[in-house]
Nanobody, 121 residues
Framework: QVQLVESGGGLVQAGGSLRLSCAAS????????MAWYRQAPGKQRELVAV???????NYADSVQGRFTISRDNAKNTMYLQMSSLKPEDTAVYYC???????????????WGQGTQVTVSS
């Protein structure tokens, strides 16, 4: 079984910062791409940032230059440092991991439970 535990969400004023964490535990052989998604009320879930196994990153245009994604492979943990937050960043943020549980099975997507980020104006 694999568990993804997210933390770090909360209420912050516009211009403030938050750091989200996503820790994976359980039967894990290898973690490949790691990503953050978000979903605002009434909107579709959207990709925020992704980081590959070699550390390459990609960001949505709306967060480029304000958010930084990183990973600690030794801890099976991913982070999202969010700065200069705007009210439009308000959403539930989900972590998504492409991982392989055992060497003899293929990889699959796993999702965290989501953490609420609210940015007040």
């Amino acid at each position: 079984q694999v568990q993804l535990v997210e933390s770090g969400g909360g209420l912050v004023q516009a211009g403030g910062s938050l750091r989200l964490s996503c820790a994976a535990s359980g039967s894990i052989f290898s973690i490949y791409a790691m990503a953050w998604y978000r979903q605002a009320p009434g909107k579709q879930r959207e990709l925020v940032a992704v980081i590959t196994t070699d550390g390459s990153t990609n960001y949505a245009d709306s967060v480029q230059g304000r958010f930084t994604i990183s990973r600690d492979n030794a801890k099976n943990t991913m982070y999202l440092q969010m700065s200069s937050l705007k009210p439009e960043d308000t959403a539930v943020y989900y972590c998504n991991l492409d991982l392989q549980r055992y060497s003899w099975v293929g990889d699959a997507d796993y999702w965290g439970q989501g953490t609420q980020v609210t940015v007040s104006s």
